[in-house]
């Protein structure tokens, strides 16, 4: 059985809420909080399955705790081929509109560069109000959006089917 890390940096605790769930529908899944959990690159070695998490901040970019690893990732370019990747985080559609989960579509960028197998887990845009996001290509988000601002009612539904929707496109179902 294939094993799955979930990496998650969260500022306000949504997407770390999100993380939660996600560990309990992949089974035998390991969370890893980046302020708290989080070692060196070497951790991402340990899976076959990476399960990405960040909430979006500023000019679209990623949570604080992920600067760091992204910035090493960039600089000391591990092989991540053969990792199954996909991304999922928070953003707030209708206050940060114009950079919405924009960070999922820069921490795509870095993990398709190094290798890793990153086309898993694209979430369709409708049901969202937003003005632009660098995480959207050809009509979806490149991995589940959360907005718990929002459309917090939709939050657990959008978790599932999402969960299901990787588990299927990974073959782990």
């Not at 302020?35 to 690159?41: A, H, I, S, T, V």
């Amino acid at each position: 059985m294939a094993s799955v890390g979930i990496f998650v940096g969260s500022s306000s605790g949504v997407t770390q809420t999100v993380a939660e769930q996600l560990e309990e529908l992949f089974e035998d899944a390991e969370l890893i909080n980046m302020e708290e959990d989080y070692d060196d690159l070497d951790q991402f070695d340990e899976f076959d399955i990476l399960l990405i998490g960040s909430s979006t901040w500023g000019q679209g970019d990623p949570q604080r705790d992920w600067v760091d690893p992204l910035y090493e990732m960039e600089n000391e370019e591990p092989d991540l081929s053969g990792k199954k990747v996909a991304f999922f985080g928070a953003g707030d559609q209708d206050t940060h509109g114009e950079e919405f989960v924009s960070a999922l579509g820069k921490m795509k960028e870095i993990f398709s560069k190094l290798g890793a197998d990153t086309e898993y887990g694209a979430w369709p845009t409708e049901g969202y109000n937003y003005k632009f996001s660098a995480a959207e290509n050809d009509g979806k988000l490149c991995g589940l959006a959360i907005d718990d601002v929002n459309q917090s009612d939709l939050t657990e539904e959008r978790v599932s089917a999402w969960a299901q929707q990787v588990k299927n496109e990974m073959g782990i179902a």
